[in-house]
């Protein structure tokens, strides 16, 4: 199966959205749809990357660096950015999607702010 970063995206906004800080693992049966099967690989993809860890017994959330993660590709404009200089490369790791899109999120912040980062 291939990444989605945009999957990612969403799953991250997902999580970070919901009112309780403990989330349940999608796609835990054989049955399971294979929707809640993508969203699983993609959740384990987080896992390997350190963005979300395992709490116990199907459960997960959200890590201080995948909350910076979700705050660097909160705007679409940095988030565009990101895809487009992964695509420019001929693809780019989850790490490195991380920190191009925090690089650009710095920039952005330091064009507004008119101060260097």
Do not use: C
Not at 58 to 74: E, N, P, Q
């Amino acid at each position: 199966m291939k990444r989605d970063d945009d999957l990612i995206r969403e799953l991250l906004f997902k999580y970070e959205e919901s009112e309780d800080w403990l989330q349940l693992m999608p796609g835990q049966t054989l049955d399971s749809s294979s929707s809640a099967r993508r969203e699983r690989y993609h959740v384990l993809l987080l896992s390997d990357e350190g963005l979300i860890t395992g709490v116990g017994n199907g459960t997960f959330r959200l890590t201080s660096k995948g909350h910076d993660y979700v705050s660097a590709i909160r705007s679409a404009t940095v988030w565009n950015k990101t895809k487009e200089a992964a695509a420019q490369i001929g693809g780019a790791t989850l790490g490195m999607m991380k920190d191009l899109a925090v690089a650009y999120l710095k920039q952005e912040a330091a064009n507004k702010l008119g101060i260097s980062l």
